[in-house]
């Protein structure tokens, strides 16, 4: 699709894409940069990763609440999700091949990141969702079949997000239980909208598990 964050650039870091092991795209949150969600990339200091990381015009990937009817957010959603496949292809196509590749996203780049893996059911490197949920004012089960054969998904969100319900991580979580992935929830009491370092440091396991060669089950 042509839609508004298609004309945006991809920002890389990390590894020689030519030399890279595996790779992560990172989807930044409402008013955040392509710039500064790569930035968290050298807390995972992990090495032989490739981070690919979308930019959305305006900073933001859709204007209203991830709550809100899906229609209210066209197209800036159906265009997010059209960048992180983009992103996606960009690995595939300098050799890391979808099981290798860990998508994360904060907040809005969460919504966005659980939503494009939920509908595009396939094995994936990871998938890590902080302070994020499936998008829509409600989960329709129905809404999503397949499998992700066993994904390592990681959701970790506070028990008191001004913008996270936590019923809607909960829901999250069973949907991605549901389409076959190999979930862990972490709920955080009083964190507020933010990463901490429990967070860092389980990424940065999963980032080490796919350079290790355990991206292959």
Known sequence: MNGPHQDQPLVTAGAPLEAAEAAAVLVHGRGATAESIVAMADEFRQRGVAYFAPQAARNAWYPNSFLAPVE?????????????EDAVEAAEDVGIPTERVLLLGFSQG??????????????????VALSGGLIGPEVDPESYQGSIAGTPVFLGCSDEDPHIPLERVHETTETFERLDGDVTERIYEGMGHGVNEDEIGFVSGMLADLVDGDGDQ
């Open 110 to 127: 969460g919504c966005l990141a659980s939503e494009y893996v939920a509908r595009n059911p396939r094995r994936y490197g990871g998938l």
């Open 72 to 84: 209210s957010n066209e197209p800036g959603r159906s265009s997010g999700l059209q960048a992180i």
